[in-house]
């Protein structure tokens, strides 16, 4: 990754942004406020233009340049735009700077919020004052994509994501296929109508007319179950990371139509408001510290909700009758930073896995919608839904539930991540470890090939004809040869993973200077722990055989102690001053760190050695059962 040229890609994601501002301030609206926009009925050509927008991340300032023409055209295509700005912020990840890619990936819906903020609440009223500002954004928008179209004119290759130039794997292939499939789920459900959805349930089509809102929310749930199996085929981050900001969005659906209502007269408040709650959203997302705070202005936002509920006594659409522009105003900002914060956060996760256009853009987009109309059912007083756009305000504690949701979700994502982020350090570590480990091996395999091998080989071939002793010595030399060859080439044996009986092991080293003292019964360990362990306590005899005198006499203690054994080898010998130790490290002898203390620190065990000069020995093992 690199941080060059970080600033015009910047400057080309606000320029996006301003892009979506117009987009979501349209001159006609209808439903559901019109940052939701663009996704809600969607034809084969909308399907067709997503889809090769998902292929073409790397051009993404031509992909906003087209969004910003047609626009001026009066075609606006509201989910180029957002892909556009999406694959822009995805290029500020992969360029070492994901302060700004959170930040501009915020604004993909801190924008969407400021052009409703523009339109206000009469959605359905022709606002005739909008059509300039529309030229005057999307002119200022283009001024800002003209320096980044000429630099990035044969493309952005960091905005694709992480895999290599030229390179279509099946992790990319299914984010294509899933936020183009997420449109198309769009085109069937559109086909039921109230006649074909009796038809399916085997009701009668008046009862299914009579009831709109179970029918809203039956179509509704088919689409969010559908997206929900597509953000799952596009990986498990991707589904995560899809609800969490669908949540958020429609959480914040009913607040917004409360304060916009109660402000419909005071625009430049209005205007502020949401400026002020998407900049400071945008910096949470900036910020090192998003997670928290993303999750902390999501539970600040519900409480002021629950706030608004209780104070208004379980009326809130009195703050809109009554035009409450102070608590409006707050609500509004909170809300406007809750949600960019939560989106930009959100985009730190799928942007390492090249998700975040796909994910962020259509997908979301359709499931937010579903979601908001599968929610509308619970819109009901008496069993009927107020007839006034200002029906979802009523349940405006549904809403504050939903956002804590969505807070919690983002927790739970920032938790997944460091658990994600650790284990990959761990393995990188362990790689890093086992390439030391062959360099070294590699690097004293010269020497001792040229040295100790080359004496061990000889020693095999003439120690017979020394008599005596010779033959056993060649043997030994022999046997001690291909253990160092394997040793150096790394054909070690495999861990056995059958259990053994280190009782019988030790009790085989008993002999009339030796006692074993073991438990009545068998104490069963790995056979590997038991090899390493009788291995280590050989060790400990052969020093006392060295340096104990003659005659000493050695007992060995074995203990179970349930989570692990003990054993202890005593003896009765010289012993020895404590600094010896050391200075046989020092001067590169190493029986006791290897023989001994190496074997047992490979096991997870602790090795103790106790002695004083005419006192004698006592070296102590233990070791974990498992």
Same mark, same amino acid.
């Given at each position: 990754? =690199?941080?060059?040229?970080?600033?015009?890609?910047?400057?080309?994601?606000? *320029?996006?942004?301003?892009?979506?501002?117009?987009? +979501?301030?349209?001159?006609? %609206?209808?439903?559901?406020?019109?940052?939701?926009?663009?996704?809600?009925?969607?034809?084969?050509?909308?399907?067709?233009?997503?889809?090769?927008?998902?292929?073409?991340?790397?051009?993404?300032?031509?992909?906003?340049? &087209?969004?910003?023409?047609?626009?001026?055209?009066?075609?606006?295509?509201?989910?180029?735009?957002?892909? *556009?700005?999406?694959?822009?912020?995805?290029?500020?990840?992969?360029?070492?700077?994901?302060?700004?890619?959170? #930040? @501009?990936?915020?604004?993909?819906?801190?924008?969407?919020?400021?052009?409703?903020?523009?339109?206000?609440?009469?959605?359905?009223?022709?606002?005739?004052?909008?059509?300039?500002?529309?030229?005057?954004?999307?002119?200022?928008?283009?001024?800002?994509?003209?320096?980044?179209?000429?630099?990035?004119?044969? *493309?952005?290759? !960091?905005?694709?994501?992480?895999?290599?130039?030229?390179?279509?794997?099946?992790?990319? @292939?299914?984010?294509?296929?899933?936020?183009?499939?997420?449109?198309?789920?769009?085109?069937?459900?559109?086909?039921?109508?109230?006649?074909?959805?009796?038809?399916?349930?085997?009701?009668? +089509?008046?009862?299914?007319?009579?009831?709109?809102?179970?029918?809203?929310?039956?179509?509704?749930?088919?689409?969010?179950? $559908?997206?929900?199996?597509?953000?799952?085929?596009?990986?498990?981050?991707?589904?995560?990371?899809?609800? $969490?900001?669908?949540?958020?969005?429609?959480?914040?659906?009913?607040?917004?139509?409360?304060?916009?209502?109660?402000?419909?007269?005071?625009?430049?408040?209005?205007?502020?408001?949401?400026?002020?709650?998407?900049?400071?959203?945008?910096?949470?997302? #900036?910020?090192?510290?998003?997670?928290?705070?993303?999750?902390?202005?999501? &539970?600040?936002?519900?409480?002021?909700?629950?706030?608004?509920?209780?104070?208004?006594?379980?009326?809130?659409?009195?703050?809109?009758?009554?035009?409450?522009?102070?608590?409006?105003?707050?609500?509004?900002?909170?809300?406007?930073?809750?949600?960019?914060?939560?989106?930009?956060?959100? #985009?730190?996760?799928?942007?390492?896995?090249?998700?975040?256009?796909?994910?962020?853009?259509?997908?979301?987009?359709?499931?937010? %919608?579903?979601?908001?109309?599968?929610?509308?059912?619970?819109?009901?007083?008496?069993?009927?839904?107020?007839?006034?756009?200002?029906?979802? &305000?009523?349940?405006?504690?549904?809403?504050?539930?939903?956002?804590?949701?969505?807070?919690?979700?983002?927790?739970?994502?920032?938790?997944?991540?460091?658990?994600?982020?650790? =284990?990959?350090?761990?393995?990188?570590?362990?790689?890093?470890?086992?390439?030391?480990?062959?360099?070294?091996?590699?690097?004293?395999?010269?020497?001792?090939?040229?040295?100790?091998?080359?004496?061990?080989?000889? &020693?095999?071939?003439?120690?017979?004809?020394?008599?005596?002793?010779?033959?056993?010595?060649?043997?030994?030399?022999?046997?001690?040869?291909?253990?160092?060859?394997?040793?150096?080439?790394?054909?070690?044996?495999?861990? =056995?993973?059958?259990?053994?009986?280190?009782?019988? +092991?030790?009790?085989?080293?008993?002999?009339?200077?030796?006692?074993?003292?073991?438990?009545?019964?068998?104490?069963?360990?790995?056979?590997?722990?038991?090899?390493?362990?009788?291995? #280590? @306590?050989?060790?400990?005899?052969?020093?006392? =055989?060295?340096?104990?005198?003659?005659?000493?006499?050695?007992?060995?203690?074995?203990? !179970?102690?349930?989570?692990?054994?003990?054993?202890?080898?005593?003896?009765?010998?010289?012993?020895?001053?404590?600094?010896?130790?050391?200075?046989?490290?020092?001067?590169?002898?190493?029986?006791?760190?290897?023989?001994?203390?190496?074997?047992?620190?490979?096991?997870?065990?602790?090795?103790?050695?106790?002695?004083?000069?005419?006192? %004698?020995?006592?070296?102590?093992?233990?070791?974990?059962?498992?």
């Amino acid at each position: 990754m =690199r941080r060059d040229g970080a600033w015009p890609v910047v400057l080309g994601g606000i *320029g996006g942004a301003l892009l979506l501002t117009v987009e +979501a301030s349209p001159a006609y %609206g209808g439903g559901l406020p019109p940052f939701f926009g663009g996704v809600g009925a969607a034809g084969w050509g909308a399907i067709v233009t997503t889809a090769a927008a998902l292929c073409l991340l790397r051009f993404w300032p031509y992909l906003l340049g &087209v969004a910003a023409l047609l626009q001026l055209s009066g075609s606006p295509h509201y989910l180029l735009a957002i892909i *556009g700005v999406l694959a822009c912020a995805q290029s500020l990840f992969r360029r070492g700077a994901p302060g700004w890619g959170a #930040a @501009v990936a915020a604004l993909s819906i801190g924008s969407r919020l400021m052009g409703t903020a523009m339109t206000g609440p009469a959605w359905l009223i022709l606002h005739a004052s909008l059509p300039t500002w529309h030229r005057v954004l999307t002119v200022a928008a283009l001024a800002l994509l003209g320096p980044v179209l000429w630099l990035y004119r044969r *493309g952005d290759a !960091d905005a694709a994501g992480p895999w290599e130039r030229g390179k279509w794997p099946w992790t990319r @292939v299914r984010l294509v296929l899933a936020g183009a499939l997420a449109l198309a789920v769009l085109v069937p459900v559109g086909m039921l109508t109230t006649g074909r959805i009796a038809y399916l349930l085997g009701v009668d +089509a008046y009862a299914v007319a009579r009831h709109g809102a179970a029918q809203a929310a039956l179509t509704g749930a088919i689409v969010l179950v $559908t997206v929900v199996v597509l953000a799952a085929m596009a990986g498990l981050w991707s589904l995560a990371g899809a609800l $969490t900001a669908a949540t958020v969005q429609v959480a914040v659906l009913a607040p917004a139509i409360l304060a916009l209502t109660a402000l419909a007269y005071s625009d430049t408040t209005r205007w502020l408001s949401v400026l002020a709650g998407a900049v400071a959203g945008a910096a949470a997302a #900036a910020s090192r510290w998003r997670i928290p705070l993303a999750a902390g202005l999501t &539970v600040v936002g519900a409480t002021t909700m629950l706030i608004a509920y209780a104070a208004t006594t379980g009326h809130p659409e009195k703050l809109a009758t009554q035009r409450q522009a102070i608590p409006a105003a707050l609500l509004l900002i909170v809300i406007a930073a809750a949600a960019t914060a939560t989106v930009g956060t959100t #985009a730190t996760v799928l942007a390492p896995r090249g998700a975040l256009p796909a994910v962020l853009g259509p997908v979301t987009g359709v499931l937010a %919608g579903a979601a908001a109309q599968t929610v509308s059912v619970t819109y009901l007083r008496d069993g009927l839904p107020t007839s006034s756009y200002l029906n979802p &305000v009523l349940h405006l504690n549904t809403s504050a539930v939903l956002l804590l949701v969505g807070g919690s979700a983002l927790g739970g994502l920032g938790l997944a991540q460091q658990f994600a982020a650790r =284990r990959a350090e761990r393995r990188h570590a362990e790689q890093i470890r086992r390439e030391a480990a062959d360099a070294e091996r590699d690097r004293l395999a010269r020497p001792i090939h040229d040295g100790v091998l080359q004496v061990l080989a000889l &020693v095999q071939r003439h120690g017979s004809e020394l008599g005596g002793s010779g033959a056993q010595l060649a043997e030994l030399a022999g046997a001690q040869e291909i253990a160092l060859r394997n040793l150096l080439t790394g054909r070690t044996a495999q861990p =056995r993973t059958a259990d053994a009986d280190l009782g019988s +092991a030790l009790s085989v080293l008993a002999s009339a200077s030796i006692e074993v003292a073991a438990p009545a019964g068998p104490v069963m360990l790995p056979a590997v722990t038991v090899t390493e362990l009788t291995a #280590a @306590v050989q060790a400990a005899l052969d020093n006392v =055989r060295r340096h104990a005198g003659a005659g000493t006499h050695v007992w060995i203690l074995l203990e !179970d102690e349930g989570n692990g054994v003990r054993v202890s080898v005593r003896d009765d010998g010289a012993g020895f001053a404590p600094d010896r130790l050391t200075e046989a490290a020092d001067n590169g002898r190493l029986g006791v760190a290897q023989s001994m203390r190496g074997r047992i620190t490979d096991l997870g065990g602790t090795t103790t050695i106790h002695s004083r000069p005419g006192e %004698g020995t006592e070296v102590e093992f233990w070791v974990p059962r498992r």
